[in-house]
C-alpha cells in the first residue's frame, strides 16, 4: 500500500474521534467570542416601577432557590433631609412587587440590585481555588462543580449579591445570564423589564446606545468608595442608597 | 541531657571549649535527620503525583479557573424564549402592540416563561395570565412609583371590574376591548 | 429569621457559624503555646522549663483538631484537597493550607520529633506489643542516641524553634488577615487585626498551658513549681495588657473617627454583642483576670492564694479569649453592610455546624493530649510513677 492510502484510510477513524471528542462539548452558539465583548448594564432609577417582574423571572430562568436572590429590588424612603438614615424594605426581594407605602410624603424610589460583575471584584481575588473567575468578556461566573462552599466569596461581596445555594452547597449569584447573552438574547431581567429599567449593555461594541447614554446622563455604581470597578451603572441614584 | 546552647554565638563558644576537635559533626551523627529529608522528599513528591491526577484536565486553560466551566455554564437551559422569537409567529400582535402603550412591554413580561413553546408551538400551549393580579403588579398606585409612569388605585378606579373589561392589555387603549380569537397564530 | 431594621436579601442568613469561631480559637492555642514553648528555648527563660514538652504536646494535639471545624463547615468538604491542588495565590485562604502544612510538618512535628528522639529510640528497645511498632516507626529507622547525634538534634531543634516562632505569628495572623482583610465589612476591615489575633492568641495558649500544668500536677499528685507558674502568670499579665490595649486602641480610634458604618456597630454591641462583648469579654475575660494578676506582681500574695488565683484568672482568660473570636466573627455578621438593620445568629443544638459539635471539637484536643502524653512523657524521667502509664525509657 502506498502512503496516500495508508493517510485516507486514517481519516475516516480521525474522524470519528473527533466525533467522539467533541461529543461531550456543549454546543456554544456559532460565532461567539469572547474578545468582542465586554458585558455591563444599565439600570435607570427613574424607571423601575418596582414591579418585581425581573425578580420572578431571573428566578424562573435560572432556578433560584426560594428565599435566595440573583437579583431584588428595594424600595427607599428619605424623610426631607435625611439622606443618611433611609428607610429600606424588600418584601421577599420584591419577588411580588410592594405594598402601599405606609410612609406618607419624603422621597420614594425603588432601586433594583445584582451582582456587579465588578472588574477589580473582591470576590474573585478570596477564592481559594478558583471556582469563582471572570471571563474574559467581563462576566464574573461561579463553578459550581468546584466550588468548595466555603463562603469567603459571599463574606467579601459588598453588595449582598451572593449566597449559598440550600441544596446545592456551593455559592451562588447573578451570572448576567451567560448562557443567553452568548446566544445573542438578552439577560432574563432586562426582556421582562416592562419600563425598560433595566438593559444589557456591551460596552466594547460601538454601536451599543451605552456610550452615548454614559456621554449625556449622569450615572453612578454602588459603593465606588470601595474601588471595586463595578460594570452596573445606575441612572439617578439617590446618595442615601447603601 | 541536652547541651545548654545559650544564645547565638553558642556554636563559637563550644568549639574554643572543645580543643581537641571532638565537635565536628561526624555524618552519622546526622544521618537521621537525612533519613527524615527523605520521608518528606517523598511526600513531596506524593503531592506531585496527586496534583497530576487530580487536577481537572480544563483548569487554566483561559485563566484560573477550570475551563470547562464555561461551555457548563453556556449550555444551561433556556426558558425565556426573548420578544424575537415570539414576533416570527405572533405579527400581528406585534402590529398592534407597537402602537400602543406597551410597545415596550416585551411578551413573556405578561405571558411568562415560553422557550418551549417557541420550540415547539404544538408543545406547551399559551397560558393566558390573570389581569387583575397581572395588571395590578405594575399599575397599582404606589408612592415609591415614579410619578409619571401612569397608576391607579383599582378599587376607586374600576370598582371591582377586571381591566381587561376597559383595556386591551396588548394595547392599553380606553376602549371596549374587541373579542378576541383564540389561538393566534399566522 | 428575626431582622430589625433592612438587611439585603440574602445577608439575613449567616454564613460563617460557629465553627469559624472555634477554629481561630483553636489555632490560637496553637499559636500561644508554642510561643511558651520558645521562651524557654530561645529567650532561656529557665523557670519555664517545667513546661516545655507539655507546651509543644499541647500545641499538637489543638493542631490536629484545628482542619475539623472547617471541614464540618464546608459545602463540599470532599472538595478541599483542591486548596492544595489548585491554590488561589491571592487568597488568603488557600495560602493558609500551605502554612498549616508547614507549621505541622516543619515546625511542630520536627520540633516534637527532635526533643524526644532519645526516647523514641530507648522505647523502641525497651516495650513491647503494638506500641513497640509506633515507636520503631517514629525512629525511622536510625537508632543513633549518641552525644554527637544529640548534639545536632539540639541545635537543629533551636534552628526549628527560632523559625517556629514567625510561623506561629503567620500561622495565626493570618486568620486577622483574612477578616482583616475584607473591605466589605468594617467591623473586620482594620490593619490592627492579624496583631490583636496573635496577641490574643498568645494570651490564650499561655493561660491553656498553665492550667494544663496545673491541673496535669494536680493529678499526678506532684508538687506545683511555683516558680515556674509565677513566670508563666507574669507573662500571662505582660501580654494581656499588650492585647488589650491594642483591643482598646481599636475601639477608642472607631469611636473617634465614627465613619459611616460607626452608629450601626455602635448600636449592635450596645444590643446584641452586649453580654459577649462588654461583659463577658471586657468586663470577665479581660478586667477581672488582669486585675487579680496584677495584684499579684505588686503585692506579696501566699502561695495557696496565688495558686487558686491563676486558676481562675486561666478560666476566665481562655473564656474572654474565645468570647472574642465569637464577637469578631458572629458580630461581623449580625449587622448588614446597608449598616440599616440587624439579623439574628440561629446556633442550633444538634447540627453539623452547632453547639454539641463545638463542645466536643474544644474536648477532642484534651483526649489527644492524654494520649500523646502516654506516648510521649511531658514529664522528668525521675518523677514517672505507675500512674502516668508511660513506659519509662530504660526502665529494668
Known amino acids: ?242 | 541531657m541536652k547541651y545548654d546552647l545559650g544564645p547565638l554565638g553558642a556554636a563559637h563558644k563550644i568549639r574554643h571549649a572543645d580543643p581537641h576537635g571532638v565537635y565536628v559533626t561526624k555524618f552519622k551523627d546526622a544521618e537521621h535527620l537525612i533519613r527524615l529529608a527523605a520521608v518528606v522528599l517523598l511526600g513531596f513528591l506524593l503531592l506531585l503525583v496527586l496534583r497530576s491526577q487530580y487536577i481537572p484536565k480544563s483548569f487554566g486553560e483561559f485563566g484560573f479557573y477550570r475551563g470547562a466551566a464555561l461551555a457548563e455554564i453556556s449550555s444551561k437551559p433556556i426558558n425565556y424564549a426573548g420578544h424575537q422569537a415570539c414576533e416570527v409567529c405572533h405579527s400581528e400582535v406585534l402590529e398592534i402592540k407597537k402602537a400602543g402603550k406597551h410597545a415596550g412591554v416585551n411578551c413573556e413580561a405578561c405571558h411568562g416563561p415560553l422557550a418551549k413553546h417557541a420550540d415547539d408551538p404544538s408543545a406547551e400551549t399559551l397560558k393566558l395570565p390573570d389581569t387583575a393580579v397581572l395588571c395590578a403588579r405594575c399599575h397599582e398606585a404606589n408612592l415609591a412609583k415614579p410619578k409619571t409612569f401612569p397608576q391607579v388605585v383599582s378599587a376607586d378606579h374600576s370598582g371591582g371590574q377586571v381591566c381587561k373589561t376597559c383595556h386591551l392589555p396588548h394595547s392599553p387603549l380606553l376602549q371596549p376591548a374587541p373579542v378576541l380569537q383564540s389561538g393566534g397564530k399566522k | 429569621m428575626p431582622v430589625n431594621g433592612f438587611m439585603y436579601p440574602n445577608e439575613i442568613e449567616l454564613q460563617w457559624s460557629v465553627m469559624i469561631v472555634v477554629y481561630p480559637f483553636v489555632t490560637g492555642l496553637v499559636a500561644g503555646a508554642f510561643i511558651l514553648a520558645s521562651l524557654e528555648r530561645i529567650f532561656h527563660v529557665e523557670a519555664v522549663k517545667p513546661t516545655y514538652r507539655l507546651a509543644l504536646l499541647t500545641a499538637l494535639s489543638f493542631l490536629l483538631v484545628a482542619p475539623l471545624p472547617l471541614q464540618l463547615h464546608l459545602g463540599h468538604p470532599e472538595r478541599s484537597l483542591e486548596m492544595y491542588l489548585t491554590p488561589h495565590t491571592t487568597s488568603a485562604m488557600a495560602m493558609f493550607g500551605f502554612v498549616y502544612l508547614w507549621y505541622l510538618m516543619a515546625v511542630i512535628l520536627l520540633e516534637i520529633w527532635l526533643e524526644y528522639r532519645k526516647e523514641i529510640v530507648l522505647l523502641s528497645q525497651s516495650s513491647t506489643g503494638p506500641k513497640r511498632w509506633l515507636y520503631k516507626a517514629l525512629t525511622l529507622g536510625s537508632t543513633n542516641i549518641s552525644e554527637g547525634a544529640l548534639r545536632v538534634d539540639d541545635k537543629v531543634g533551636w534552628v526549628v524553634t527560632l523559625i517556629g516562632i514567625p510561623s506561629a505569628f503567620l500561622l495565626h495572623g493570618y486568620v486577622g488577615f483574612i477578616f482583616g482583610s475584607i473591605k466589605a465589612n468594617p467591623w473586620w476591615s482594620t490593619p490592627l487585626m492579624p496583631v490583636v489575633f496573635i496577641f490574643s492568641a498568645m494570651v490564650s495558649g499561655i493561660a491553656m498551658v498553665m492550667l494544663l500544668y496545673m491541673a496535669m500536677m494536680k493529678i499526678r499528685k506532684q508538687p506545683i513549681d511555683m516558680r515556674c507558674v509565677d513566670t508563666i502568670a507574669q507573662y500571662l499579665f505582660y501580654t494581656f495588657i499588650l492585647d488589650f490595649s491594642l483591643e482598646m486602641l481599636d475601639l477608642i480610634q472607631r469611636i473617634y473617627e465614627a465613619d459611616e458604618s460607626f452608629r450601626s456597630l455602635d448600636f449592635m454591641v450596645h444590643t446584641k454583642l452586649y453580654f459577649s462583648q462588654v461583659v463577658l469579654q471586657i468586663i470577665i475575660g479581660t478586667l477581672v483576670p488582669l486585675a487579680a494578676l496584677g495584684v499579684i506582681q505588686v503585692f506579696n500574695i501566699p502561695e495557696k492564694i496565688r495558686r487558686a488565683t491563676y486558676a481562675i484568672a486561666g478560666c476566665l482568660t481562655i473564656i474572654g479569649i474565645f468570647a472574642m473570636r465569637w464577637n469578631v466573627v458572629i458580630g461581623g455578621q449580625l449587622f448588614s453592610k446597608s449598616f440599616l438593620g440587624y439579623t439574628t445568629y440561629k446556633l442550633n443544638l444538634i447540627s453539623r455546624e452547632g453547639e454539641l459539635i463545638s463542645a466536643a471539637l474544644l474536648i477532642l484536643p484534651f483526649i489527644i493530649l492524654a494520649v500523646l502524653m502516654k506516648i510521649l512523657s511531658p514529664w522528668p524521667a525521675e518523677t514517672l510513677s505507675a500512674e502516668d502509664g508511660v513506659s519509662v525509657a530504660g526502665a529494668q
Request: aromatic letters at 10%; charged letters at 20%; glycine letters at 8%.
Open chain 1, 1 to 242: 500500500m502506498t502512503t496516500r492510502r495508508h493517510f485516507l484510510l486514517l481519516l475516516p477513524a480521525a474522524a470519528l474521534s473527533w466525533e467522539y471528542l467533541m461529543a461531550g462539548t456543549p454546543e456554544a452558539a456559532p460565532n461567539f467570542s469572547e474578545n468582542e465583548h465586554w458585558w455591563g448594564m444599565l439600570l435607570d432609577i427613574d424607571k423601575c416601577i418596582g414591579c418585581g417582574n425581573c425578580v420572578r423571572a431571573c428566578s424562573t430562568e435560572n432556578q433560584v432557590p426560594e428565599g435566595y436572590f440573583r437579583t431584588w429590588v428595594e424600595r427607599y424612603h428619605i424623610e426631607d433631609w435625611q439622606q443618611e438614615t433611609p428607610q429600606v424594605d424588600s418584601p421577599d426581594g420584591g419577588k411580588n412587587g410592594f405594598p402601599p407605602s405606609t410612609a406618607v410624603g419624603g422621597k420614594n424610589f425603588f432601586v433594583p440590585k445584582l451582582c456587579n460583575h465588578c472588574v477589580d471584584s473582591p470576590c474573585t481575588q478570596v477564592c481559594p481555588v478558583g471556582a469563582t473567575f471572570h471571563t474574559k468578556d467581563g462576566v464574573v461566573l461561579v463553578d459550581e462543580k468546584y466550588c468548595l462552599g466555603c463562603r469567603y466569596c459571599i463574606q467579601a461581596c459588598p453588595y449582598g449579591c451572593r449566597f449559598l445555594h440550600p441544596t446545592k452547597k456551593t455559592a451562588e449569584k447573578c451570572s448576567l445570564c451567560y448562557h443567553r447573552i452568548t446566544k445573542g438574547l438578552t439577560t432574563a431581567c432586562a426582556e421582562n423589564c416592562p419600563t425598560g429599567a433595566r438593559q444589557l449593555a456591551d460596552l466594547k461594541n460601538p454601536a451599543d446606545p451605552i456610550h452615548e447614554y454614559l456621554k449625556t446622563h449622569s450615572v453612578q455604581v454602588l459603593k465606588p468608595h470601595l474601588a471595586t470597578g463595578a460594570k452596573m451603572f445606575y441612572h439617578d441614584l439617590d446618595g442615601s442608597v447603601r
